[in-house]
């Protein structure tokens, strides 16, 4: 049954995936995600590079809590950084 638990609050998660410049450093995606996840409803995951070159393609914000306020500041705070090309807004299922 705890599996089953686990397995249920991972498909109720709701997130936002940033899409990175080519060649955005984990220095730079780790500096986007600290000043962006500052809303109370926002927690980034931890930054991962995407290729051997210390290369990040993408970071993640868990938003299920998030309200729209929250979801707006984190909008204008992506706008401010150059490598941010875009988002994706991700509901449960998909």
Do not use: Y
């Not at 899409?19 to 500052?38: F, G, I, P, Q």
């Not at 409803?41 to 299920?64: C, E, H």
Request: one cysteine or more; aromatic letters at 4%.
């Amino acid at each position: 049954l705890g599996g089953c638990s686990r397995m249920d609050a991972a498909l109720g998660q709701q997130w936002v995936v940033v899409e990175l410049a080519n060649n955005t450093s984990v220095a730079t995606a780790k500096h986007v995600t600290a000043t962006c996840s500052r809303a109370s409803g926002l927690r980034a995951d931890p930054v991962r590079p995407t290729s051997p070159g210390r290369v990040v393609g993408s970071v993640r914000f868990i938003s299920t809590q998030a309200t729209d306020a929250d979801m707006a500041r984190l909008q204008q705070c992506l706008q401010r950084f150059h490598s941010v090309q875009g988002l994706t807004l991700s509901e449960p299922g998909e």
